[in-house]
């Protein structure tokens, strides 16, 4: 059983940068692929990066939305999975999730279901002047 805890939500400006942190039971990085998803107001829930397991070599795929402000990384030493996420704009509030799955593919993961994987509780995101 994978457990997945998330913080460093909180409430910015547009442009402004922050740090989501994503604590994971251990070893899950040597199986899973995990990967942070987000659900705006009234949204699906979208998985905008995603990180391949240790042994599929650790790639990386990220949605257009995201290409270029938000970079996915993990310190395994310490089973914590990260976004940093930059140039914040006020379409990126959103409930942030991370999660864990063993998906064929990293693009399938992106649009997994709800029931489908391990998932965190969720953090808020705000983005507004």
């Known amino acids: 059983h994978v457990q997945l805890v998330e913080s460093g939500g909180g409430s910015v400006q547009p442009g402004d940068s922050l740090r989501l942190s994503c604590a994971v039971s251990?070893?899950?990085?040597?199986?899973?692929?995990t990967g942070w998803f987000r659900q705006a107001p009234g949204k699906k829930r979208e998985g905008i990066a995603i990180?391949?397991?240790?042994?599929?070599?650790?790639?990386?795929y990220y949605a257009d939305s995201v290409k270029g402000r938000f970079t996915i990384f993990r310190d395994i030493s310490k089973n914590m999975l990260y976004l940093q996420m930059n140039n914040l704009r006020s379409e990126d509030t959103a409930v942030y999730f991370c999660?864990?799955?063993?998906?064929?593919?990293?693009?399938?993961?992106?649009?997994?279901?709800?029931?489908?994987?391990?998932w965190g509780q969720g953090t808020h995101v705000t983005v507004s002047s």
């Open positions: 999660a864990a799955a063993m998906s064929r593919t990293l693009e399938r993961m992106a649009t997994m279901a709800d029931n489908e994987g391990y």
């Open positions: 251990k070893n899950t990085f040597d199986a899973y692929h």
């Open positions: 990180v391949s397991s240790s042994s599929d070599g650790g790639s990386t």
